[in-house]
């Protein structure tokens, strides 16, 4: 295994688009409620669906909202009243640390993750999103991209969320600010480039296995025709 290849990546990646500031959000608690609402649904529609609560985006106030308030607040980001019930076993969680970030990073990061996997609705991806993005945890977010980025190249991970996790953690410092980087940069590449397979322009072309084979593929078409 190549230990070089995953920070050759992340700073190619992160020499050609910069820091990206990730999670778009002004709150530790926005950050929880985007990485639930985010759940099969589009960025801009999470927006909007945050953008509905106003001024009123807190912990207290999802507390104290009724439930069906609640998902008609968020309906922008589809599956709402499944989110909801979200939201509110997310909310009760936060609760029992007083809302305080600070009182959860004082926890093992184990023990975090392992409490917010057992409440319904909180997945591995969310999981770890909300530990990285929300608390500054050093945990690696996987996602469909960061799975793409890695048959691409090829990079060998193993199959599976906790694989695929297990080798970038394994292979970079364990570091919160490359995490959270390096998982906004995937995305960012993915989306621009890497899920339509478009090469050109891509910062990863010179060193990417799959770039190399429809390179090659072209040429040897271009030879033919000659
Ligand atoms: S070079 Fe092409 S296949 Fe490789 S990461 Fe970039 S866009 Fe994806």
Known sequence: MDEELLPMIYETLLAHYGELQWWPAK??????????????????????????????????SVANTDIAKLAETIRPAGFFNRKAAYLKAVTEWFERYSYDVFTIRQK?????????????????????????????????????????????FPVETGKGYAAVKAY????????????????ALIVINAKKHCRKAACDGCPLSETCGKCRLIRDKNLSNTAHIL
């Not at 057992?118 to 960061?146: N, R, W």
């Open 27 to 60: 709150t530790p608690y926005e950050v929880i409620v985007g990485a639930i609402l985010t759940q099969n649904t589009s960025w801009v529609n999470v927006k909007t669906a945050i953008a509905n609560f106003g001024a009123n985006l807190s912990p207290e």
């Open 168 to 183: 970038f953690e394994n292979n970079l410092p364990q570091n919160a600010k490359i995490y959270n980087n390096f998982h």
């Open 108 to 152: 093992p990061l184990s023990k975090i993750r392992a409490e917010l996997l057992s409440i319904k609705g909180v997945g591995q991806e969310t999981a770890d999103s909300i530990l990285l993005y929300a608390f500054g945890f050093p945990s690696f977010v996987v996602d469909a991209y960061t799975v793409l980025l890695c048959n691409r």
